[in-house]
């Protein structure tokens, strides 16, 4: 066999797995979603599927799914909504067409699995709950003021008092009352904005994010009866909600993951 065609066969069993993981991955998403959006991820698997099929007529074989990339969309979705799956798989199907165009060259045949990439990702954009985006600004709000406040705080409060458990309880009524001020005044300003957005929705998602990076930076005072180990496990976790956040941020906003960095760190 010559080595473009050789390279040829490698490239499409790589996209017949791919077809095959993505198969598996929207049908695991229309199990957790609902009502019309479910009737569409279905849809979009069987049609995955017809691509894997139509791939195995070229490269003679039969490939099992990528387990652990199936596994980490359903956790992905589980964890942290079925619009961040979405917007995965999103970026998935861009990546897709634009794979299938370049082999597309040398097998023209490819064309019809092109269009259906680039049909996909439409769809998906269909799927996205942009009222639930357009929260983010209320989310963020509450976990930089939480990470603000909260670390300084109990940095001061783990010296003074030394004792981890007075450090927990003190930290978490600080904590709690924060949240209270910090929703009411998100529900005010957006009021007061007189945007499209609930005044509510924005307080709930603004108090909710505080809380529960709250609950992240105290339950260490909890767990250890040193206040300094608790301190420094305090601070290891309000950096894996910042990672974290902002990878989630630069998933649903289509945005670079540093830009997004920059944006939480200031």
Same mark, same amino acid.
């Given at each position: 066999?010559?080595?473009?065609?050789?390279?040829?066969?490698?490239?499409?069993?790589?996209?017949?797995?791919?077809?095959?993981?993505?198969?598996?991955?929207?049908?695991g998403l229309a199990q957790l979603a609902g009502g019309s959006n479910?009737?569409?991820?279905?849809?979009?698997?069987?049609?995955?599927?017809g691509h894997y099929r139509a791939l195995a007529e070229y490269t003679h074989r039969e490939v099992g799914p990528s387990r652990w990339r199936v596994l980490l969309y359903r956790l992905a979705a589980r964890v942290f909504g079925l619009t961040f799956a979405i917007k995965l798989m999103e970026a998935g199907e861009r990546r897709a067409e634009d794979s299938y165009s370049a082999v597309a060259k040398e097998l023209p045949e490819l064309e019809r699995i092109v269009a259906d990439e680039t049909e996909h990702e439409s769809e998906l954009l269909g799927l996205v709950d942009e009222e639930r985006l357009g929260y983010l600004s209320s989310m963020v709000l509450g976990i930089n003021d939480a990470l603000v406040e909260l670390t300084g705080a109990l940095a001061g409060l783990t010296f003074a008092l030394r004792s981890a458990?007075?450090?927990? *309880?003190?930290?978490?009524i600080?904590?709690?009352?924060?949240?209270?001020?910090?929703a009411a005044s998100e529900?005010?300003?957006?009021?007061?904005?007189?945007?499209?957005?609930s005044p509510l929705k924005a307080a709930l998602y603004t108090g909710a994010a505080y809380v529960f990076t709250v609950t992240l930076l105290v339950f260490p005072y909890f767990l250890f009866s040193s206040p300094y180990a608790a301190l420094a496990l305090a601070l290891a976790n309000a950096l894996v909600v910042i990672v *974290?956040?902002?990878?989630?941020?630069?998933?649903?906003?289509?945005?670079?993951?540093?830009?997004t960095l920059a944006e939480m760190a200031t």
């Open positions: 066999m010559p080595n473009s065609a050789r390279e040829l066969a490698k490239k499409l069993a790589v996209f017949q797995r791919n077809e095959i993981t993505e198969y598996h991955v929207y049908r479910a009737e569409v991820l279905a849809r979009l698997a069987e049609e995955e599927l458990p007075l450090v927990g *309880l003190a930290g978490l600080t904590g709690v009352a924060a949240s209270l001020s910090m529900y005010l300003s957006t009021k007061s904005e007189g945007g499209s957005k *974290l956040f902002t990878f989630f941020m630069a998933v649903v906003r289509d945005l670079g993951y540093r830009r």
